[in-house]
């Protein structure tokens, strides 16, 4: 609360001191952890250096804690300058409702439509042919992670693929392992269930259900697949209490746990333990199976304002955030893919180095926050939540996960 | 439920009183406009909404009864209807008896009770959300309760509520008794104090019992005390919230869900108006259905006859 009220003096300091010349742009975002906080200040130093300043409305919580105080904030008529929001359908409404910047000019003088990679990040920031946010970074969900220590008591070798991990479980289990860490919450457990369907049903299936909303492949046999591994995996986590994702990855860092499947900002937490990849831990991107990885991420927004000094300045931040420097340094500190496929990235490591190569080959798919709406998301993690942490058969989460498709809109 | 009793209060003044004070009604308009417009106004303008099919900005597309339909289709919902039914009926139960006994035997002058007061009142002190935190901890198998019993020597014993979706509401409702039982005890302390020495010498005089008197004689005369006893405890149960989403956030899978998480999380997390709208609708109706012949029993009735 009083982080909110700062923010909304900052929001009344803003407004008064908007006739000096050097502009104050306020920015709202939920990047609050050690590694999320360095590649912030990636950007507030290189809109600083412009002679503007920078001043950081940093909301504490996650996306879920962070978005309605963002998005109220713009519907109440007190807007940021930019904001951080996933880039999808979460702004759609604001968008129609004409409370978002226009940044099509910004992005033909950029070239955006040209350097962005994949296109589909910049076809989620249009709405009828106009671009309204910039992406600055991807991240996928679709990762597996190792842990060396883990295997290396339980005799057997590091798989490479899920199949060989669940043909791996029972040797864990003889050795007292958790063959895979599962935080309960709902998130993790649709994340976890998106990785196997992109992993066991294959791309085409994916789409066919998460895109085109096809309730018909979703009943299928297909999907039953998935189910079943799903169903299978659930078994394998059985005993896994933690509740937030890192306590969850921390169980693969300290070996209790085999593996864990969790998006690529959990390396963050293996860095931060000074865990090496390849030595100490393995990644698997499409869980080894399916070389893909969905691009959602992060994109900022610049909701509508009268000041045309403040309009031009958003402006231009914009286009610093796209800028090659810029992406280089903000992705190498938050460990997340850039957007921009024309930059070098040869510091980044050797799970960043994979992702690369996945997405330089083209093997990119939309994530859901891009397809499906906050609603029907919200929906589908209540009943992962529902089907991993009881004992729902796979038929019956099959039924009504059709159901729920079905109804998407 | 304040509302209802304040308004009790002013029924008995009220015929020859009206005009008296004006000026002291008058300096109270600004509010009861206020309450007017933001409770009154508000709940009929959620209740509008919810016949609508709203998305993450309220419009006036109708859709009839298709929120209700889908709430009442939502599994999620009917686990949170279950676990408000437990938590509410244990919490009642279990509050009004452990906070009377608890002040009785304060009641009994016993040495150091103001340090016993202080102690029983003072998790009412913390919020919810550091009450959660800090029964997540304890009830953790790990490192709480289980772990230190273990460490004792009693290595079968185990006590991990949290983690079973059977159980995680008690693990809840421990939390909240923790938490809630000190206030209701020093209300009814305040009661018991308000009882005449007299009658305990007359009951003493008689030969009546020590828990019979209190069973018969000072329970009956602290029927104000238990009725305000009830609303606070009444309100309580229907805003659990902060508590769940602090322990458990809802959680293993759906087992721990409230109604008032529902409510939030439809509105702002899905970003569906009209379906958080139709659930909170839902509530305030279960509210009415329990308040009115309550109220109706507690002051209408009563009064009149």
Redesign the interface.
Known sequence: MTDHLKSLLVGGALICGSSAHAVELEVTHWWTSGGEAAAVAKFADAWNATGNTWVDGAIAGSGGTARPIIISRILGGDPMAATQLNHGRQAEELIEAGLLLDLTDVAEAGGWADIVNPSSLLDSCTLDGKIYCVPVNIHSAQWMWLSHAAYEKAGVPVPTDWNEFVASAAKLQEADILPLAMGQQGWQQNLAFGALTIAVAGTDAWRAVTVNKDADVAAGPEFKAVFEAAANARELARGSNVQDWNQATNMVITGSAGAQLMGDWAQGEFAVAEQVEGTDYSCLPGLGLNDVLDTGGDAFYFPVNDDPEITAAQKELAALLISPEVQVSFNLAKGSLPVRGDIDMSAANGCMQKGLDILADGGVLPSGDQSLSADTQTQIEDLMAQFWSGDMSAADAQESYADLIRKAD | MTTASDSSSSMTKRPNRLFKNWMAKLASVPMILTALVVFVGGTAWTIVYSFTGS???PKTKWVGFDQYERLWD???WIISIKNLAIYGSCSMILTLFLGFCLAACLDRKIRYESAFRTIFLYPFALSFVVTGLVWQWILN??FGLQNVVRSWGWESFTF?PL?D?NTVIYGILIAGLWQGTGLIMCIMLAGLRGIDEDIWKAAKVDGIGTVKTYVMVIIPMMRPVFVTALVLIASGIIKLYDLVVAQ????????SEVPAKYVI??M?????LG?GFAASTMMLCSVVIILIPWAYLEFGGKKRG
């Not at chain 2, 458990?248 to 087992?255: E, H, I, N, S, Y």
Request: aromatic share 8%; glycine share 14%; hydrophobic share 20%.
């Open positions: 998305r993450m900005l939502t599994d999620r198998p790990d991990n983690n979706p458990t956030g809802g959680g293993p899978g759906l087992a999380e439809y702002f997390r899905a970003q569906n379906q």
